[in-house]
């Protein structure tokens, strides 16, 4: 699912440098002659993806008898990242955790997370080659490589067939944000269903915002721009759709991905006649009533949706045998075969470029063309932005989305007082 949370990383300014060598009180076993090792896995996903997860545990845990995970299930990302803070002052962490970009890259600027290099050094078998660059760049900080990506996604259209056709709507709808506005409209006066449900939250009208032309930051990375013009006209013209015109929706609010599924559930219930969504969606949908197609973008600028990977870290905490462990599980979960397979059954974007020649796999993507959606938009999608405060710009983004998406106050109002947060931010960080 793709998509970022608020990454809450302020605390690490007074975690200093504590961390030493080997020096762990994790409660996981260092292994015996009697058992294996056994490791946790911090993982933020439910449902089928929650599911797929544990499978690949058991397909590893049976494939040798050497190490034992165990998947311990987060509420979402963000609870993730809440919880390792906790292990790691408490000194008491998982062997291998699950990590948004943003947080990744903070965890391991602070010392959190151990680098993994002298494992891939070692390991005869890695082919960095083999991984898509874009995503497994994002492991990659000062030289060293701090996570391995385990599945790329971003967020695509998913929309109702029999609604598309009923009122002679084609695959043109997604020319423009433009264009899907006024299918929209169609959709709500002649159907009484909602035309069109982005994804709560900001990261929807980032993507929108950078297919307006959009920048985060200024080239010399000294001024925030969240308040261009390019920002407004993308994020009022949302606020408009749903406050004003109501041709659209969003769910907010309760436990975990809930928001989530109930934007899927209206849908796939015909309550609405599409939404934005993961790629990591395809897992839930029922493609004899959906389909897919990449995101559109505005007027004459090209689409340039974020595109990024999830990626699987190790805490320096952890001790050198749980480490070891935790890096034969993560290049398990990201080899070509397995890749493969999660991508199969999720809809996420495989990280290795191998994966496209499992035959199961190559089986898979002919008869199941959505799932070419993801990757052709990768093609052209933006990498993730690293977020040089530390995620204090994207906490402001995400404020901002709350009062636009949920209060309805005009996108300029909102998007002023994020820059003026986001800039005292950028600014404390560059003095």
């Given amino acids: 699912m793709n998509v970022r949370k608020k990454i809450l990383v302020f605390f690490m300014i007074t975690m200093g440098l504590f961390i030493a060598a ?8 260092e292994g015996t002659e009697e058992g294996p090792i056994e490791i946790e896995f911090w993982y933020g996903l439910g449902g089928k993806l929650g599911e797929g997860v544990e499978k690949t545990i058991s397909d590893f845990n049976e494939s040798q008898d050497e ?23 408490a000194k008491k962490v ?71 056709e009923k009122y002679g709507l084609t695959t043109d709808v997604f020319d423009s944000w433009e264009s899907l506005a006024e299918a929209a409209k169609v959709i709500k006066d002649q159907e009484g269903v909602y035309g069109w449900e982005p994804m709560y939250g900001p990261d929807n009208l ?31 013209f ?13 769910h907010h609010g309760g436990q975990g991905w809930e928001y989530w599924y109930k934007t899927i559930d209206d849908v796939m219930q015909g309550n609405a006649a599409g939404y934005t969504g993961s790629s990591g969606d395809q897992g839930d949908l029922d493609f004899d009533i959906v389909s897919a197609h990449p995101q559109p973008g505005w007027k004459d600028h090209d689409p340039a949706p974020h595109a990024g990977a999830m990626v699987a870290s190790i805490p320096a905490l952890a001790s050198d045998k749980e480490q ?25 974007i495989p990280v290795r470029k191998s994966a496209q020649e499992v035959e199961a796999y190559k089986e898979f993507a002919e008869k ?41 106050i005009s996108a300029s109002e ?6 003026e947060e986001a800039q005292r931010a950028l600014d404390n960080t560059l003095n």
């Avoid at 165990?70 to 390792?84: F, H």
């Avoid at 949302?238 to 969003?250: G, N, Q, V």
């Avoid at 938009?377 to 204090?392: H, M, N, S």
């Avoid at 909102?414 to 820059?419: G, I, N, V």
């Fill in 22 to 29: 080997g020096c762990s009180n994790n409660a996981n076993s």
């Fill in 67 to 89: 190490i034992k995970v165990v998947g311990v299930a987060q509420g979402e990302y963000e609870e993730t990242v809440q919880k390792l803070q906790a292990a790691v002052a």
């Fill in 94 to 164: 998982p062997a291998a955790v699950l990590l948004q970009n943003d947080p990744m890259n903070a965890f391991a600027k602070k010392g959190v997370l151990a680098p993994m290099d002298s494992f891939i050094n070692e390991d005869s078998d890695f082919k960095k080659e083999d991984f898509v660059s874009a995503f497994y760049q994002q492991g990659t900080i000062e030289g060293k490589q701090y996570a391995i990506p385990l599945y790329g996604t971003t967020q695509v259209m998913y929309y109702r067939k029999d609604l598309f």
């Fill in 206 to 236: 980032i993507d929108m915002a950078l297919s307006n032309g959009a920048q985060y930051i200024s080239e010399d990375g000294k001024t925030v721009m969240i308040d261009s013009p390019e920002w407004v006209e993308a994020w009022e």
């Fill in 238 to 250: 949302i606020r408009t759709l749903i406050h004003e015109e109501k041709t659209m929706a969003i």
């Fill in 324 to 348: 070891e462990a935790a890096y034969e599980w993560i290049t398990y979960f990201s080899s070509a075969e397995k890749t493969a397979e999660w991508s199969m059954n999720t809809g996420y």
């Fill in 368 to 408: 199941n063309p959505q799932s070419n959606v993801p990757l052709t938009q990768a093609q052209y999608a933006t990498p993730p932005f690293v977020d040089p405060t530390g995620g204090k710009i994207y906490d402001a983004l995400e404020k901002a989305a709350d009062k636009v998406e949920i209060q309805g």
């Fill in 414 to 419: 909102a998007l002023k007082e994020a820059k």
